[in-house]
């Protein structure tokens, strides 16, 4: 199976910080990649899917970009309401995997 | 607009079984494969199994492969997670979640319902 690996576990880092996410496959797939977003006591909200595609409603400052094994989000300018954990997840098999995620707060 | 309640969560003994229920309203439901995600508490995202529309296609976490058996019911817009043999790490917040795709290969998930919570514990 492959497995997915993010880094780093956990940051913080200041408003208006260029924060970026990495998130590693142990196999190339392709770009079957997607990024979700769960603020604190909520449901997990696709942000990314196909690796760099944009989540109708999301705000611009979230972008995705690789492909094969290398995968990056990247928040441009970190707001408040960004707190929260950012999880990876590789998809187009039948099995579905997630990267054991980012929490991202504010310093 | 689309909705997913799910039910069936609550307190059982280990070594007994449980069956989740996710009823969908606001899409076709029989166009879209659909997955079960559980979040024990303080911890990430694990997928636990999904479904293709026809449920041709079945997948399963190997931590509960064997014990829990994902089905739907196209007639009644409803998708199922059979639990048994249950342990104690089986402890989570289960969530239902919508595939972008039919199947048979899964796709992302969008949306997740609010989840129910299942403790396993004596």
């Known amino acids: 199976d492959i497995q997915m690996t993010q880094s780093p576990s956990s940051l913080s880092a200041s408003v208006g910080d260029r924060v970026t996410i990495t998130c590693r496959a142990s196999q190339g797939i392709s770009n079957y990649l997607a990024w979700y977003q769960q603020k604190p006591g909520k449901v997990p909200k696709l942000l990314i899917y196909?690796?760099?595609t944009l989540q109708s409603g999301v705000p611009s400052r979230f972008s995705g970009s690789g492909s094969g094994t290398d995968f990056t989000l990247t928040i441009s300018s970190l707001q408040p309401e960004d707190v929260a954990t950012y999880y990876c997840q590789k998809y187009n098999s039948a099995l579905g995997t997630f990267g054991q995620g980012t929490k991202v707060e504010i310093k | 607009e689309v909705q997913l309640v799910e039910s069936g969560g609550g307190l059982v003994q280990p070594g007994r079984s449980l069956r989740l229920s996710c009823a969908a309203s606001g899409f076709t439901f029989d166009d879209y494969a659909m997955h079960w995600v559980r979040q024990a508490p303080g911890k990430g995202l694990e997928w636990v199994s999904g479904?293709?529309?026809?449920?041709?296609?079945?997948g399963y976490a190997d931590s509960v492969k064997g014990r829990f058996t994902i089905s739907r019911d196209n007639a009644k817009n409803s998708l199922y997670l059979q639990m048994n043999s249950l342990r104690a790490e089986d402890t989570a917040l289960y969530y239902c979640?919508?595939?972008?795709?039919?199947?048979?290969?899964?796709?992302?998930?969008?949306?997740w319902g609010q989840g129910t919570l299942v403790t396993v514990s004596s």
């Open positions: 479904i293709s529309w026809n449920s041709g296609s079945i």
């Open positions: 196909a690796a760099s």
């Open positions: 979640a919508k595939d972008r795709d039919p199947g048979p290969r899964f796709s992302w998930f969008d949306p």
